[in-house]
């Protein structure tokens, strides 16, 4: 089990090998700022490599999931002392988090309520699944601000595909959650926050019926396919599988199976 950094942006809440991280600045809307995704990417970070955490619950606190980034550290960056290269730093900086979280071993689920903004949407489409009330507002308004939804924009393509990403991006369109669910952002609504607990325990049991080293290696075929060649795909595949089958997990797996019983993982 990984020793979790210490935050004051987050709450972090353990439950039996399942993770919630709380985004914690309820006074500015969850504004992702710098402390913030500092803080988020150390835990992310210290939890890549445990597999006794088998799945990562992102929440905010108070009325809203998160309204992207902070405009304050985005004001700051346009003095004239700023350098290009700090910005780009900047920006590279944001794309690492989301990436980071997308490739997370664990099963993600993310939790959207009140507001998913800009980079908050962004946070929200590198989960692996997305549960939002009907109502809660999703929007990317980066080109009404004069700049592009930059890191953001291929996590939203990912779940979107490129066509309905065009329309949102370019318009700078807002939307509610059902408008979400039926453009592949979100996979299920809920009609309040109170009925979040009864999807996402249903979730965490369907996880936990699935080993955690088997899913790791998914994810991590699941992400390869848009952007390998046939030939290193057949390879990526083929030494996931007989790495799993081999291992542990598999041999357990397998053998509960024709048992009947359940394996140990569950």
Do not use: Y
């Amino acid at each position: 089990m990984s020793d979790l950094p210490s935050t004051e942006t987050l709450v972090l809440e353990r439950d039996d090998g399942w993770l919630t991280i709380w985004l914690n600045r309820p006074d500015a809307r969850n504004a992702l700022s710098a402390e913030m995704s500092s803080e988020l990417a150390a835990v992310v970070a210290a939890l890549s490599g445990d597999r006794s955490i088998r799945g990562i619950t992102f929440r905010g606190k108070g009325e809203v999931f998160c309204a992207g980034g902070d405009l304050k550290a985005f004001r700051a960056l346009m003095r004239e002392d700023v350098s290009k290269a700090e910005v780009v730093a900047f920006s590279r900086s944001a794309g690492e988090l989301f990436h980071a979280v997308n490739t997370l071993p664990q099963v993600t689920v993310m939790l959207v309520h009140g507001a998913a903004m800009a980079g908050g949407l962004g946070l929200a489409c590198a989960g692996d699944m997305i549960v939002a009330t009907e109502d809660a507002k999703f929007a990317l308004t980066e080109t009404m601000l004069g700049i592009p939804p930059a890191q953001i924009a291929p996590f939203v393509v990912q779940r979107t595909g490129i066509a309905a990403a065009r329309r949102i991006m370019l318009t700078a369109a807002r939307f509610d959650g059902r408008e979400a669910a039926r453009l592949g952002i979100v996979d299920k609504t809920v009609p309040d926050v109170a009925a979040f607990a009864a999807v996402e325990a249903k979730i965490r049991d369907s996880v936990r019926r699935c080993a955690p080293g088997a899913n790791a290696i998914t994810k991590n075929i699941v992400h390869a396919a848009g952007r390998m060649g046939p030939e290193a795909m057949l390879d990526l595949a083929a030494d996931g599988f007989a790495e799993c089958l081999l291992g542990e997990e598999g041999r357990e797996g397998v053998a509960a199976f024709l048992e009947k019983r359940k394996p140990r993982w569950t």
